[in-house]
Antibody, heavy 121, light 112 residues
Framework: EVQLVESGGGLVEPGRSLRLSCEAS????????LHWVRQAPGKGLEWVSY????????FYADSVKGRFTISRDNAKKSLYLQMNSLRAEDTAVYYC??????????????WGQGTLVTVSS | QSVLTQPPSASGTPGQRVTISCAGG????????VNWYQQLPGTAPKLLIY???QRPSGVPDRFSGSKSGTSASLAISGLQSEDEAHYYC?????????????FGGGTKLTVL
């Protein structure tokens, strides 16, 4: 069974940094592409970032480009999101999501339970 | 403003068939397959349909997906009270500026 468990969320002041982690199990990690997707309170889903199965390709939403960095450690079966220069509008539940790289499209299939990031002074 | 456009709400009575639309463009739905998700309050999204019309194991065949041109649809037949949830469509967007995943704004389905 595919399992994704996020951690690292919490309350942080504007301008500060936070690093999210996502631990995976139940599947061949290095054959899966990974995403971070967020959901602000009462709002819809917003894609944040993508990393390819080998880690060589990364993409970011315009809203986070230059501030957030996605990375993965295939040996540790883990995904990360380094978030710098945080703003109030980054407040959201952050989901880790995966899709097999042989799956037909690169859109998330499996989701973690999410971790809440609150940016406030 | 979401890249994919969904109606904000939909409704139906138990047993009825409802459809939810998802309008996109030539850089996303027009050339890519579509996923659909169901999200119950306070929970993570759950995959309902992938690659436009494929159901993961465990998803009832009451749920079906289709696509025509730059639009996609999710159909739910035999509507049940537990289907009351938010539904989202998504597709890869091959925009030159920002390749990534485009989500619809979500549709709140109410079972009357």
């Amino acid at each position: 069974e595919v399992q994704l468990v996020e951690s690292g969320g919490g309350l942080v002041e504007p301008g500060r940094s936070l690093r999210l982690s996502c631990e995976a199990s139940g599947f061949t990690f290095n054959n899966f592409e990974l995403h971070w997707v967020r959901q602000a309170p009462g709002k819809g889903l917003e894609w944040v970032s993508y990393i390819s199965s080998g880690g060589g390709n990364t993409f970011y939403a315009d809203s986070v480009k230059g501030r957030f960095t996605i990375s993965r450690d295939n040996a540790k079966k883990s995904l990360y999101l380094q978030m710098n220069s945080l703003r109030a509008e980054d407040t959201a539940v952050y989901y880790c999501a995966s899709v097999p790289d042989y799956g037909g499209n690169s859109v998330p299939r499996y989701w973690g339970q999410g971790t809440l990031v609150t940016v406030s002074s | 403003q979401s890249v994919l456009t969904q109606p904000p709400s939909a409704s139906g009575t138990p047993g009825q068939r409802v459809t939810i639309s998802c309008a996109g463009g030539s850089s996303n739905i027009g050339i890519q397959t579509v996923n659909w998700y169901q999200q119950l309050p306070g929970t993570a999204p759950k995959l309902l349909i992938y690659n436009t019309n494929q159901r993961p194991s465990g998803v009832p065949d009451r749920f079906s997906g289709s696509k025509s041109g730059t639009s996609a649809s999710l159909a739910i037949s035999g509507l049940q009270s537990e289907d009351e949830a938010h539904y989202y469509c998504a597709a890869w967007d091959d925009s030159l500026n920002v390749p990534g995943v485009a989500f619809g704004g979500g549709t709140k389905l109410t079972v009357l």
